[in-house]
């Protein structure tokens, strides 16, 4: 039997960080994916000249002191390609007012929501002091939530003066804070804030932690910022799979994990793997679970069948969304001039959809095209057991109203589209692997957030959770806090206890 000292489940940006460095720290490392490529939602896909972000469009964390560039400073290796985006989106609330420009720049941003939102200077102020006390906290290595003395410690060390005040907010939401300024009777911005709320969060302005939403409505903003990989979101997996390489870890693509047991004779965990073609057995002292939590009902029954308890808490986990993803290219003389790469826009039909569109010269389409992708949330049980002629119907009729929509805010002519195609939570399931085709993390409430979360450290010795349903939540920069998270309480385990970045 050859044994793993690491074995990571998952190739999306959360285990190739964790595996990376892990790695790079000498440990034998082999990261299990079942599809023939990384990335995850992070990845890309090919339809003739055209190359398509999966889900993930933009990312935060390259700026210098962000999370990417302190990894990839520790991995050595070249940061991919990218420009900052400003502004980072525009919101058009249409309600007859000029559309929201989220600017990067500071003092551009402060115009721009004084202007949008007469009065409500207060509540930006208390999220930007919030946000700042966030940053300082997360700076320090924080070990979120707590399950043992050693994480306890390094929640401790990691706290700053403003944690304490902060702190008193740690059950309150963005709503609350509203109260707290006098502004909870302004629709306009509730309105506003529930739009770029859902889309980082998964919640609204109801139901959002305050300091998980204080810091999500500040990180397009100087010193931080979202960023446009110029190549495709695929170049991120690609540099972290170039430090797997120089530093010997197996990356196994096309291995779908079926079953996770812990081996009580040899003291380690046994993960059952299978291709199109054979089976395999894998053992490893430590197992990284980068998959969402709600996989474990089925990958680790044996387990949790011994451990009512943790199974019950995993059940009981809020469900989150599920995604409609409409992919489109078109010539760039046949959409309006458009002044950001990312817009969002109120709907009646769906609510709101958020679009990304493609740069001249970044390799996702032609000279003189781009490629155009709008999402909107969606229930997952809504495209489940439906018989095949009804959910092809279902497929087309949203593909159509999708269409409308963008083609009426673009002014786009039906017939100019190059390529249109839908993506179901059906087709997520099947690229990703993930349960019923589920995006993005757990709700950011704040019974979920921080100290109330989902643990990386499970009850099971050597089994470790990492991801966007572990703190500090969803995106490459949360997933990527999580496995340098994860890593260090590996570390530790082990009794290495000064590894920070």
Known sequence: MQKNEVLVVGAGIAGLTSAAILSKLGFSVTLLESHYQSGGCAGTFRRKNYIFDVGATQVAGLEKGGIHSKIFEFLEIKIPEATILDPSCIVDLKDGSKPISIWHKKKEWLAEREMQFPGSNKFWQLCSFIHESNWKFANNNPVLPINNFWDFSQLFRALVPSNIITGILIKS????????CGLSTNERLIKFLNLQLKLYSQEDVYNTAALYGSTVLQMSQQPHGLWHLEKSMQSLSEALEDSLQKTGAKILFGQKVNSI???????????????????????????????????????LEESLHKNIIYKNKIKSLPEPSGALVFYSAIKKEHIKEISSHHYQFVSDEFGSLFVSISREGDGRAPKGEVTLIASIFTNTKDWFNLDKNKYVERKKDFLEKISLEIERQFNIASENWLHRELATPLGFERWTNRPKGIVGGLGQNPEIFGLSGLSSRTPFKGLWLCGDSIYPGEG????????????????ASKGIYDFHL
């Not at 939401?173 to 707290?180: Q, S, W």
């Open 173 to 180: 939401t963005v709503f609350d804070l509203l109260r707290i």
């Open 261 to 299: 047991i812990f081996d009580d004779p040899n003291n380690c965990w046994k993960v059952l793997a299978k291709s199109k073609k054979r089976s395999f057995e894998y053992y490893s002292n430590d197992l990284i679970f980068t998959a969402p939590p709600q996989s474990l009902l089925t990958h």
């Open 476 to 491: 490459t920069a949360g997933v990527s806090q999580s496995a340098l998270m994860v890593s260090r309480q590996i570390l």
